[in-house]
C-alpha cells in the first residue's frame, strides 16, 4: 500500500523534500547553470562559515577553509552519489577540511607569535556599533556569554567540539552528524555527551552567574 | 537506576533520544534527584546558549572571492562540456595572453613610429617645415658645370634680341666656349660651321652661370649648338 507524505512524520517528510530540493540542485549544478551556483551559495555559504569558524575559531582560517570547500563541491558536484543529503555532504567536506588546518596550524604556526593582540579580539564593527534592539547592560551581557562560551568551545577536544558544533550550533540530527563524521551513532551520542560535559565542567557556574548577573544593574543594587 | 547512568542519559534525553521504558526510568528518577535535576538544568542551560548564538557575519570579501570562484568554476565547466567550447575557451586564452604582451608594447611602438614619420617628412619633404631655400641649395651640388643664363645683347640691341632675331646664315654651328669664374666667355673653339659677326656676337654678349666646385665657382667649358638663331647647349 502507497504511503502518503501526510502519513509521515514531519522530519521525514521534510527529509524527503530537501532531497528533492537537493536532487535538482545537484542536476541544475551539472548542467552549470548560473542559478544553481547562485542557489548552493545562498543556501550553504553561511552555514558553512559558521561551523567553520566554530571549529576553527579563527576568521581567517575559516574563510579559507569556505574557499576550499566550495571549491571542491564545484569540482566534485559531478561525483555525488546522493547516498547521504547534500547538506550532510558538505558538512563533511567542511568537517574535512577544518581538520585538515587545524592539522597545518598544529605543525606550522605552534610558533608564530601574533602581533597585534587587539586583532584577536574579533570584534567586528556590527558588534561596536550601538544595537538599538539591546540595552547597554544586555550587549555586555550577550558579549561575555559568548566570550566564555567561545572560549570554552576553543579548549574542547576536536573531536567532542565537532559533535557539539554540529548538533548544538548547526542543528544536525544524530543520524546527520554520523553521516558527516562517518562514525556510528553509538559514537555520535558518546562524543555529544562528552563534549557537553566538558563544556558544563568548564563553564561551572559561569554561565548561572552570568545570568544572575543580568537581573542586576551596575552598582548591584536590585531595583524594585 | 543510579544516578552516574542517569547523567549519562541526560544528553540524550534533551535531544529527544530516549524512548519507552528507558525514558520513563530517567523522568522518574528526575523527579526524584535534586542533583540530577541540576546536572539536566546546566546541560540545558547550556544547549540553550550554544543555540542562542548569534551566527557569525561572513566578511564581504568573502562572499566576493565566492561569487568569482562560483564563476570560475562554472566557466570551466562549461569549456569541459563540448570540443566546440574548448577550442573556443583555448583561443580566448591564447587571444587574451597574446594581447597581454602586446599591450605594453603598443605604446612605445606607436610612438617610435610617429617619431620616425615625423623626422622622415622633416628632412626628405621639402615642403614640410622649412620651405623654399632648403629645396635649392646649391651647396648640395657640389661639383657644377656652366649653364647659360642671360645673352646681354651687343651695344645698342636689347638683351637677348640675338637669340630671337633673323636666322643665322649658317645651318648649324657648334662652338666651344670657355666660360671663366664670373661667367663671361674667356675663349671658345668652333666644332662645327663657320665664324661670323652674328656668332661671334652672341658669344661675347652672352653670360654664363659659371660652373661651381664645392660652391665656389670655377673656369669650366660648356659646348653650344646653334641652329637657325637657337641655341641648344650640351
Known sequence: MATSILDLGLDRAAEIVAEGDDLRLVQALRGGTEEAYEELLARFQQPVYTLALRLLEDQSEAGDVVQEVFLKVFRNIGSFRAQSTLKTWIYRITVNEAHNARRWRFRHKRREVELDPAAEDGRSFEDVVADRAQSPFEAVFDRERRALLDVALERLNPIFREAVVLRDIMDLSYEEIAKTLNVSMGTVKSRILRGREALREQLAGDLERASALQLLPEDGRVSL | ???????????????????????????????????????????????????????????????????????????????????????????????????????????????????????????????????????????????????????????????????????????????????????????????????????????IYSHFIPATYFGRPVPGKVIVALHDGRDART
Open chain 2, 1 to 203: 537506576m543510579s544516578c552516574e547512568k542517569v547523567q549519562k542519559l541526560i544528553s540524550p534525553l534533551l535531544d529527544r533520544r530516549l524512548a519507552g521504558r528507558e525514558r520513563e526510568i530517567v523522568l522518574a528518577h528526575l523527579a526524584s534527584c535534586g542533583a540530577c535535576v541540576q546536572r539536566l538544568q546546566a546541560l540545558e542551560n547550556l544547549r540553550s546558549n550554544l543555540r542562542r548564538l548569534p551566527s557569525p557575519g561572513m566578511p564581504a570579501h568573502l562572499v566576493h572571492k565566492l561569487r568569482v570562484l562560483a564563476s570560475h568554476e562554472r566557466a570551466r565547466q562549461m569549456t569541459r562540456s563540448s570540443w566546440a567550447t574548448w577550442f573556443g575557451h583555448w583561443a580566448d586564452r591564447l587571444e587574451l595572453t597574446f594581447n597581454n604582451l602586446m599591450r605594453p608594447l603598443a605604446l612605445p611602438f606607436a610612438g617610435g613610429l610617429l617619431s620616425a614619420v615625423v623626422v622622415f617628412c622633416l628632412i626628405f619633404v621639402p615642403s614640410f617645415g622649412t620651405a623654399g631655400p632648403l629645396g635649392v641649395d646649391p651647396a648640395i651640388e657640389l661639383v657644377t658645370t656652366p649653364v647659360d643664363g642671360t645673352v646681354e645683347g651687343a651695344p645698342g640691341e636689347t638683351p637677348g634680341e640675338i637669340l630671337r632675331g633673323p636666322a643665322l646664315s649658317c645651318d648649324k654651328t657648334i662652338v666651344e666656349l670657355d666660360i671663366d669664374e664670373s661667367g663671361n666667355v674667356r675663349d671658345w673653339n668652333m666644332l662645327l660651321g663657320q665664324m661670323n659677326e652674328e656668332v661671334k656676337n652672341l658669344i
